[in-house]
């Protein structure tokens, strides 16, 4: 059973399109990653599965509901965390919590749900007096309070210093043995990597590329970059292609057929005696193959 | 907990942390609550307990019902109209939609705390008026006085919520309060009393605006010398009547209602495609 389907969904705003014919399917249980650069549709894609916008048309369910017209009951079955606050300074991280949970009609214990991010000894702090990593844990700990069957997670470690983020990571795989179905939107690439059982790459308001963090963008079959150190004093002549020589000494080159073209250097290097400094295959990092699929939208 | 929550202990819980919030701000609770009675004794201090003007009244019995309905206005108007505002900036207000309370509940409850918050500042003004300033208060007029009272403040609350609608930020908010409210307190017998000397043009200009009509169906409760007990359409022959006054104030409040159910956003502007 699918939480989340997906079918031509498209968002303009005026004249601009946001969201250009999206079509993907969620699995119950599952994590997933939409990861994108900033401006690609994630967020707009997002808030219409959260039923914060209005689509221009496709089809949408979640959980069953159409989010426009879900009412209650869909929120009811819903948590979010958003990527930008929305919380009243003036309450106590205790009192956020609770009043949270008071809208729900199963909610998880204050006490636990404070415990669970790791603010115990923030709970009677005031909100406005966190710091930024604080609030975002309190944000996660919103979108969990009310034990929702589908939580959409909107970057979120962004702001996060490594250590709250390696927590805030064992919080979500902490998440998907309840068997929640997790959404989350990112644009580190190693955060998807870590987290998701499958990613869907969105640039231009397009689904670029869909999978496994080792099958995304056909990782494992894009053959691998070969690289070496020619010494110095060693003639490159006769070296077979794709590699040829440059003035450094270190000879680099992606190869389709990695081990064709290894099975012909190293002939190539025995045949004359000759030791291949630093010979290593590298195959393409989910970082490569997320630039190449995002082309001149990525952002550094 | 079994079972989705009751609209009624949702709006119960939702007014509960609209008034901690509010008396947590402590500038909010200022200007509803203290400001209106700091004025109530730099007036009576100026102008001791001497008669005023068209009134006949003392400085104190004038001052008090005027400031108490400032008081409840600054309140339902300028304090709503400032923290929705505020509310949706910083995201409250999207927060919310993505919760299964219902809007009209958070609203209604939002309305709720006004009230309660503007009976707080009216409460307070005229104990202090009876208690420092021998203001009194008459038995045969309060039923009329809540009523003007209630449709005052729903209609300044109203009017609070378009100016919430139509502002754009929350740095706009507190100048279109300001610059609709003060004003018109000094023409319509809030900070000043009706006077002869003033131009009857600008006392029909006033007359417009509902905040001369909440000031004078209010403050005709604590006038001795008028009679009845208010429930009235005709102010002839020195009658209490609010009558024309509550209409005044429900049309604008119709009015301000459809307006800012329209125009209401609970998101910032413009709405990004991000």
């Known amino acids: ?300 | 907990m079994t079972g989705s929550p009751t609209l009624a202990s949702l709006f119960w819980t939702q007014l509960r942390i609209e008034l901690r919030l509010f008396f947590r701000s402590p500038l909010q609770a200022f200007f509803s609550l203290i400001f209106p009675l700091l004025m109530l004794l730099v007036f009576a201090t100026l102008f001791g307990n001497g008669r005023m003007g068209l009134l006949g009244v003392t400085a104190a019995q004038f001052y008090a019902p005027a400031l108490a309905v400032y008081g409840a206005v600054s309140t339902a108007y300028w304090n709503l109209a400032i923290s929705v505002v505020t509310a949706r900036e910083l995201g409250v207000l999207k927060r919310i939609r993505g919760t299964p309370l219902p809007p009209s509940v958070y609203m209604a409850a939002r309305l709720a705390a006004s009230t309660w918050i503007a009976f707080l500042a009216i409460a307070i003004m005229i104990g202090a008026g009876v208690v420092m300033y021998g203001v009194t208060v008459y038995a045969h007029t309060l039923a009329a006085a809540a009523v003007t009272f209630v449709v005052g403040v729903g209609c300044f609350a109203a009017l609070g919520l378009v100016i919430a609608s139509i502002s754009p930020n929350a740095k706009t908010t507190p100048a279109l309060t300001s610059a609709t409210l003060l004003p018109l307190s000094f023409i319509s017998e809030v900070f000043i009393p009706p006077s002869a000397s003033a131009p009857a043009w600008l006392g029909q200009f006033a007359d417009l605006f509902p905040l001369k009509h909440f000031a004078r169906a209010f403050s005709g409760a604590f006038n001795p010398s008028l009679h009845g007990s208010g429930f009235a359409w005709s102010d002839a022959g020195g009658t209490y009547a609010i009558g024309p006054h509550v209409a005044v104030m429900a049309a604008w409040g119709t009015v301000a209602v459809v307006v800012a159910v329209r125009r209401f956003s609970w998101e910032p502007r413009p709405e990004k495609s991000r």
């Not at chain 1, 966190?130 to 929702?148: C, H, K, N, T």
């Not at chain 1, 709250?164 to 795989?173: C, K, M, P, Y």
């Open chain 1, 1 to 300: 059973m699918s939480a989340v389907v997906v079918e031509n969904l498209v968002k303009r705003y005026g004249e601009n399109t946001a969201v250009a014919g999206v079509s993907l399917r969620i699995a119950e249980g599952e994590v997933f990653a939409l990861l994108g650069p900033n401006g690609a549709g994630k967020t707009s894609l997002v808030e219409i599965l959260e039923g914060h916008r209005r689509r221009t048309s496709g089809t949408v369910a979640v959980l069953g509901h159409d989010p426009e017209h879900g009412g209650r009951p869909f929120r009811e079955r819903i948590g979010i965390v958003l990527q930008d606050g929305g919380l009243e300074e003036d309450l106590s991280v205790a009192e956020a919590v609770a009043y949270h949970a008071s809208l729900y009609p199963r909610s998880r214990p204050t006490p636990e749900v404070i415990a669970l991010v790791g603010l115990e000894e923030k709970a009677r702090a005031r909100v406005g007096t966190l710091s930024g990593g604080q609030m975002r844990r309190l944000e996660l700990a919103l979108g969990i309070v009310s034990d929702p069957d589908l939580i959409f997670l909107d970057e979120p470690t962004t702001g996060f210093d490594p250590a709250a983020r390696r927590q805030a990571w064992e919080l979500v795989r902490a998440l998907r043995t309840f068997g929640k179905t997790i959404v989350l939107t990112t644009h580190y690439m190693d955060e998807a990597q870590h987290l998701a059982d499958r990613i869907a790459v969105i640039a231009r308001g397009r689904i670029v590329a869909e999978g496994t963090p080792t099958t995304l963008g056909d990782r494992h079959r894009a053959g691998a970059m070969v690289r070496f150190h020619l010494a110095a004093g060693v003639s490159p002549e006769g070296l077979p292609p794709p590699f040829a020589a440059a003035p450094t000494g270190w000879v680099e080159a992606p190869c389709g057929n990695p081990t064709a073209a290894l099975h012909g250097l190293t002939a190539w290097a025995t045949a004359r005696g000759i030791e291949l400094d630093g010979l290593s295959v590298v195959p393409p990092s989910l970082e490569d193959v997320y630039l190449r699929l995002v082309g001149e939208d990525a952002t550094p």
